[in-house]
């Protein structure tokens, strides 16, 4: 059976055998994904709309898709992504679908584990822009 396209939350720790985890068809939920030894890539391309998306200490988790249009609340809004081994194309990217979110004010956390700085590091065109927004853009 396929899951609904909207739900209330989906959380998934410590699965010693998940090695992805896609869904094409979600477009609303909070996420939180956590301590998933074997995971190696998170395809949330779909999502529109969350109130959370907590996405981290997943020690082998190289690759991050999120959607590049996103509905999110008015409060300050946390993406966090901490903690896991994301290559420099995969933050670059998330770095870039976050600022053409058009959103002010909120945190993106990319640190710890193994992440890759984004290209150009604190100087990537997206991070500035970010920061300029008012978001607090963390990053290795």
């Not at 209330?8 to 956590?34: C, E, K, T």
């Not at 966090?80 to 945190?107: C, F, M, P, R």
């Amino acid at each position: 059976p396929l899951l609904q396209s909207t739900i209330n939350a989906i959380n998934i720790s410590s699965n010693p055998v998940l090695l992805s985890f896609s869904l094409p068809s979600l477009v609303s939920g909070d996420i939180n994904i956590q301590g998933n030894d074997s995971i190696t890539s998170v395809s949330l391309t779909a999502l529109t709309t969350s109130n959370d998306i907590s996405i981290y200490n997943n020690a082998v988790l190289t690759t991050i898709n999120l959607n590049a249009a996103t509905n999110l609340p008015a409060t300050p809004f946390s993406i966090t992504l901490t903690g896991n081994a994301l290559l420099q194309a995969s933050v670059s990217d998330i770095l870039l679908k976050v600022d053409g979110w058009g959103v002010e004010g909120g945190g993106l956390y990319l640190d710890g584990g193994t992440n890759a700085s984004p290209l150009g590091g604190v100087l990537n065109t997206n991070y500035v822009s970010l920061v300029g927004k008012g978001w607090e853009v963390i990053i290795n």
